[in-house]
């Protein structure tokens, strides 16, 4: 059977353990997976990992760890 691969822009936010579901922020919500069969790569650009149905590469979310600025106008001095 071929697992469906996902990809995603998150962050794992409880300690990753096999045998355990893994709990995901994404888009503004959690994700529960199924439990986890395998833990392929913790690093500071990806967690790579397999459940029962999917395997997941979950990318830090930069737009979320680095909020845009915006530049704001002088006011007059009256």
């Known amino acids: 059977m071929d697992k469906k691969?996902?990809?995603l822009r998150g962050k794992v936010i409880m300690p990753l353990?096999?045998?355990t579901k893994a709990t995901i922020a994404y888009n503004g919500q959690i994700i529960l997976t199924s439990p986890v069969k395998a833990i392929f790569e913790v690093s500071a650009d990806r967690i790579v990992i397999e459940t029962q149905?999917?395997?997941?590469?979950i990318a830090p979310d930069l737009a979320a760890a680095y909020p845009v600025l915006v530049p704001v106008q002088d006011e007059a001095v009256i």
């Not at 149905?53 to 590469?57: A, D, E, R, V, W």
């Open 5 to 7: 691969c996902t990809f």
């Open 53 to 57: 149905n999917t395997i997941y590469s």
């Open 17 to 19: 353990q096999t045998g």
